[in-house]
């Protein structure tokens, strides 16, 4: 019997704060080794684990291929450059195998499976003390982790999603904010908001009042012809998901356009979404307890979802 067989409804995600109740792995990848996910893996000295010193890619992979690979990577390498981690020349190799070595494992690279991978890289493992990192003899560890896909919890098609504005504001100059590190403590102060107010998910502003991303995808707004996101200088992860939609858009006749865009603008949208690689395209259509628009999924969002969904099943190229 595989991982997957186990699946039962009891599974099955049914909260609307999207607490992850999928399955427990089997395994975890760790440096070239497929471990038992329920043993003991990490050095307590790991700098990942002690100060948050990493950064990591979750992706999505739909019957063993995993979807916009390469620009994951490069993403990963660009945090890296960003925190002055030294990948291994061979880390893309090794990452490639080793997903395919961690979703064959797992049961989760069949024709129709559909797997989401976490692959965290962190600067190493170091006995010493403080914050500089040494300049020489630290080897990164590299770790791989893959779940089943959930589907969305109830509601989060049909009725949208509620998202608040997080106390927490992002500074456009802080060059550490576009990059996804493992120093998350930020976005889970912001869910919790979210969920102690009963919404779905909270969304920074910048200091000065603009839209800047939920905490775990990227905002899109539809308004007349327009396809509107926060330009890359808003504070953002600059997501693939955001690039894919900003090409999609041209396919059914919307103008993309990436821009300042205010809390204003978001409450007068025609229709509103979040877009990340894992949950895919999901509507938003309440704003600090207000409806956006008439307050139901629009018809561009759940054609993008639908699209997209096509797009990660290798139905369509683009
Ligand atoms: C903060 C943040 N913004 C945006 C995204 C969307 O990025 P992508 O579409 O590459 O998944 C993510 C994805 O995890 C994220 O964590």
């Not at 043993?39 to 890619?57: C, K, N, P, Y």
């Not at 049961?107 to 989401?116: E, H, I, P, R």
């Not at 300042?260 to 690689?277: G, H, I, M």
Request: aromatic share 4%.
């Amino acid at each position: 019997m595989t991982r997957r067989d186990r699946v039962t409804s009891a599974d099955r995600p049914t909260s609307a704060d999207r607490v992850s109740t999928t399955p427990s792995p089997g395994h975890v990848w760790l440096d070239g080794q497929l471990l038992p996910a329920a043993g003991h893996h990490l050095s307590a000295f790991d700098r990942g684990f002690q100060l948050g010193d990493g950064i990591f890619e979750t992706l999505r992979a739909r019957g063993g291929r995993v979807i916009e690979l390469r620009e994951h990577l490069a993403r990963l390498h660009r945090s890296a450059g960003g925190l002055d981690i030294e990948l291994p020349t061979d880390a893309d190799i090794r990452i490639e195998q080793g997903i395919g070595d961690l979703l064959a494992i797992e049961g989760l690279a069949g024709t129709g499976d559909d797997a989401s991978i976490r692959l965290t890289v962190t600067r190493g493992s170091f006995m010493g003390r403080g914050l500089l990192p040494p300049s020489e003899g630290i080897v990164p560890t590299i770790v791989i982790q893959a779940w089943p896909v959930a589907p969305p919890p109830p509601g989060h098609l049909t009725d949208g999603l509620h998202l608040v504005a997080s106390s927490i504001r992002r500074d456009p100059e802080n060059p550490i904010v576009t990059l996804k590190t493992t120093s998350r403590a930020d976005y889970v102060h912001a869910r919790l908001e979210a969920r102690r107010t009963g919404a779905d998910d909270a969304l920074f502003l910048t200091v000065d009042g603009h839209l800047s991303e939920a905490t775990s995808a990227n905002i899109v707004l539809i308004r007349g012809s327009e396809l509107a996101t926060p330009a890359l200088a808003c504070a953002i992860l600059p997501g693939t998901t955001r690039s894919w939609v900003l090409a999609w858009a041209g396919t059914v006749g919307l103008t993309a356009v990436e821009d300042w865009l205010t809390t204003r603008e978001l409450a007068e949208a025609d229709e509103a979404f979040l877009c990340s690689s894992v949950a895919g395209i999901l509507p938003v259509t309440r704003f600090d307890g207000r409806p956006i628009a008439h307050g139901r999924p629009g018809s561009l969002t759940l054609r993008a979802r639908a699209d997209r969904e096509a797009f990660i099943r290798g139905e369509v190229r683009s």
